[in-house]
Each structure stands twice: as structure tokens, then as C-alpha cells.
T-cell receptor, first 114, second 114 residues
Framework: DSGVTQTPKHLITATGQRVTLRCSPR?????VYWYQQSLDQGLQFLIQ???????AKGNILERFSAQQFPDLHSELNLSSLELGDSALYFC?????????????FGPGTRLTVL | AQTVTQSQPEMSVQEAETVTLSCTYD???????LFWYKQPPSRQMILVIR??????QNATENRFSVNFQKAAKSFSLKISDSQLGDAAMYFC???????????FGKGTKLSVKP
């Protein structure tokens, strides 16, 4: 158990819908990263937050957004869902940004868009 | 572009034997860190081993060791005395000091034969 929690574990929804994925980092970790794992694109970095502020963006679509709250949990919002958004979404946390610190991964949320 | 290449989509090893998984990467930065992650069927991302680029000595963690060739930008993983529990997807990744997110390869699926 990495100490990072993600809810829900599984999510099945329809095209055009909007979903919210939730991540709680390890106690004391300030940085949260979101990654998408799909069959065709592999593991891709989406976005990073540090202590409530957005710090880096990767291959995140405009239909996707995220935020980190004062209690440091983070939410990834996916809207106007398409079939291609079906993937495993990971959240990872680390104590400090831009330093050599292990990123601890949550168990992931599997999103299926029908 | 920053990339990680794992040239072996699938590998197979006999139980108790040794196997080496290949990884090459491309970055123009000099300060970076390299990782191997294991993803078993449970989909959890588990850190296997890590290497700091400025350290010449190859990292080892029990049965896992790396062969880090900085000039060649190569970072292979050697698994000794392979066990059935080693069967998983293995991802090579790196992060630079200037950006905190991990950049992953496409992965190598390792099968262990009894």
C-alpha cells in the first residue's frame, strides 16, 4: 500500500458525460501528479499540482481539468467524454517538487466510456 | 523530444534464471534520475529500482540491478534468480531536475516460466 488513495476504482459512463476522479496523496506530500495509461498511448503525464497550485502540464486535453484543494487532495475532471478517454488514470504524490523524490502511485481509477 | 525506448515488447525467462530488460532514453539535460517500475496484473505501479545520473555506480536492490551507461543513454534492468512473482509489465522512466514528472517507455511484458 503506497498510502495514496484514489476513488472510485472503476467508473463506467457514456460518451458526452462528465466524471470526477479523486486522489488523496500520502500524508505530508505536497505534490500530486496525474497520469493516463492507455493501450495506444502508454503512460502519459497529464498535470502536476504543488501545494494547491498548478506547476506543470503535459498531454492534457482541454476537456480535462484538475485542481488541488487546501487539504491537498486533488480531483481530475473529465468532460465531454469520448471512447478514446477509456484508460487507467493514476495519481502519484511526492513530498517536494523538482527534487529527487520517489513518486508514490495510487491504485488507479479505471474509466470505461461506452 | 524527451523519449524513453524499450525495444523489447515481451520477454520470457525460466524460473531461477537471469533476464535483462533494455531501455534507452534521450534527454539534453545533465541532471536527471532513472527508474524501473513494475506493474503486475493488479495494475499497481511499484518502484523496483532507481539511479541518479550523476552516480557512476550501478544501483542494486536485492535481485534487481541496473547497467547504467550514461554516454550511451542506456539503463538496462537485470533480474537475477527470477521468480514467478516477477511476471509483470516493466516500465523504464526518467525525470529531470527541471521537471518533476516521469517520462515512461512503452513497457516490456515479462513472463516467467516454471
Amino acid at each position: 500500500d503506497s498510502g495514496v488513495t484514489q476513488t472510485p476504482k472503476h467508473l463506467i459512463t457514456a460518451t458526452g458525460q462528465r466524471v470526477t476522479l479523486r486522489c488523496s496523496p500520502r500524508s505530508g506530500d505536497l505534490s500530486v501528479y496525474w497520469y493516463q495509461q492507455s493501450l495506444d498511448q502508454g503512460l502519459q503525464f497529464l498535470i502536476q499540482y504543488y501545494n494547491g497550485e498548478e506547476r506543470a502540464k503535459g498531454n492534457i486535453l482541454e476537456r480535462f481539468s484538475a485542481q488541488q484543494f487546501p487539504d491537498l487532495h486533488s480531483e481530475l475532471n473529465l468532460s465531454s467524454l469520448e471512447l478514446g478517454d477509456s484508460a487507467l488514470y493514476f495519481c502519484a504524490s511526492s513530498p517536494r517538487e523538482d527534487r529527487y523524490n520517489e513518486q508514490f502511485f495510487g491504485p488507479g481509477t479505471r474509466l470505461t466510456v461506452l | 523530444a524527451q523519449t524513453v525506448t524499450q525495444s523489447q515488447p515481451e520477454m520470457s525467462v525460466q524460473e531461477a534464471e537471469t533476464v535483462t530488460l533494455s531501455c534507452t532514453y534521450d534527454t539534453s539535460e545533465s541532471d536527471y534520475y532513472l527508474f524501473w517500475y513494475k506493474q503486475p496484473p493488479s495494475r499497481q505501479m511499484i518502484l523496483v529500482i532507481r539511479q541518479e545520473a550523476y552516480k557512476q555506480q550501478n544501483a542494486t536492490e536485492n535481485r534487481f540491478s541496473v547497467n547504467f551507461q550514461k554516454a550511451a543513454k542506456s539503463f538496462s534492468l537485470k533480474i537475477s534468480d527470477s521468480q514467478l512473482g516477477d511476471a509483470a509489465m516493466y516500465f523504464c522512466a526518467y525525470k529531470t531536475r527541471s521537471q518533476g514528472n516521469l517520462i515512461f517507455g512503452k513497457g516490456t511484458k515479462l513472463s516467467v516460466k516454471p
